[in-house]
């Protein structure tokens, strides 16, 4: 069968690290994290909440919906570890509906379900954004619930009380065709790191929001780093 490693046409195939993700843990615990809700419309995914895009008109795609005639909605997030809650920001839908935000109740779980901190009555006025300030609590679910039946949310931003350094998760999956001998790591054009080649990841704390990681490949006598 054809092998893409001695495709003629496509000598580079397979000969550098590929699939390189990058994965930031800044000061918004909810920004990347999974969520769940009670039911779904229109195609409006609980993902969409935590995807770091704050447009909340629905032509932009980043607005979630839940769809519960008769019934009672909620949006919920996994923070994926327990952290120490300051605030929690609410974006609103804005194109419609954003009356519908309203009555709402913000939870707080910890890993064993546990109720640790909850505001009911909230509304948010049909403005753009709500802040729930002073949470002072640790969780790693957080819950937003109304008794209405469309809940729709363009994001849901969960900030500890004290943040740390935002730091930065690297990895890439090593060549597909030819054995390297490992990886250096350049930061904003600067050689940061030296890697065996087993190792196909490593963290940062970046020093500005503005940094450049760049994964060279060193391949074996003769061949040409990439």
């Known amino acids: ?102 009555d709402f109740t913000i939870t707080l779980y910890d890993a064993d379900r546990n109720v640790t901190f909850e505001e009911v009555g909230l509304d948010a006025q049909s403005l753009p954004s709500f802040t729930l300030e002073d949470v002072a609590a640790s969780g790693q679910f957080v819950r937003v619930s109304m008794p209405g039946a469309y809940l729709s949310l363009a994001e849901v931003q969960v900030y500890e009380e004290e943040p740390g350094p935002s730091s930065i998760a690297v990895s890439w999956d090593p060549p597909a065709c030819v054995e390297a001998l490992g990886y250096n790591v350049y930061r904003n054009d600067e050689l940061l790191l030296e890697l065996p080649a087993d190792e196909t990841s490593f963290e940062d704390l970046p020093e500005s929001r503005a940094t450049v990681y760049a994964i060279e490949t060193v391949l074996g006598a003769g061949q040409q780093p990439c």
């Open 1 to 102: 069968g054809f092998d893409p490693c001695d495709d003629p046409a496509n000598p580079d195939f397979g000969q550098c690290a590929s699939n390189v993700q990058c994965a930031i843990d800044g000061p918004n615990k909810a920004l990347g994290k999974p969520a769940t809700q009670s039911s779904e419309g229109h195609g409006g995914n609980p993902n969409r909440a935590t995807d770091g895009n704050t447009n909340g008109q629905w032509g932009g795609g980043s607005v979630t919906h839940t769809d519960n005639p008769g019934s009672p909605s909620w949006w919920e997030v996994d923070l994926l570890d327990t952290y120490d809650i300051g605030s929690i920001v609410l974006w609103n839908r804005l194109d419609c509906c954003s009356e519908r935000l309203v």
